[in-house]
């Protein structure tokens, strides 16, 4: 499985920014898809997590302003996010979990400006 983000870069404080993680492999066959991210120095926390029966679970911190979505064809997983804050600076990373293996994508930076 390959994961591939894409749709960071530099947005405005109070704007809005769609991230798009596109697999290699069918999502129908992942049991989770995440997006997780890293603010420098700090530790990875998690933005979204959806199951394949659509439970969706996000961050205390995007509750009401992020949405998880995903298109089975192709097989691609969304966030997009709304009202950005300054500080949030972070590089976000697509999660997948197939079975007992947990894939990581490389990650693209979203940079909040005030």
């Known amino acids: 499985v390959q994961l591939v983000e894409s749709g960071g870069g530099l947005v405005q404080a109070g704007g809005s920014r769609t991230l798009t993680c596109t697999a290699s492999?069918?999502?129908?066959?992942?049991?989770?898809m995440a997006w997780y991210r890293q603010a420098p120095g700090k530790q990875r926390e998690l933005v979204a997590s959806?199951?394949?029966?659509?439970?969706?679970n996000y961050g205390d911190s995007v509750k009401g302003r992020f949405t998880v979505s995903r298109d089975n064809r192709p097989d691609r997983v969304y966030l997009q996010m709304r009202y950005l804050k300054p500080e949030e600076i972070h590089h976000y990373y697509c999660?997948?979990?197939?079975?007992?293996?947990?894939?990581w994508g490389q990650g693209t930076q979203v940079t909040v400006s005030p």
């Open positions: 999660v997948v979990v197939q079975a007992i293996q947990t894939f």
């Open positions: 492999g069918s999502i129908l066959s992942f049991n989770i």
């Open positions: 959806m199951s394949t029966r659509d439970k969706i």
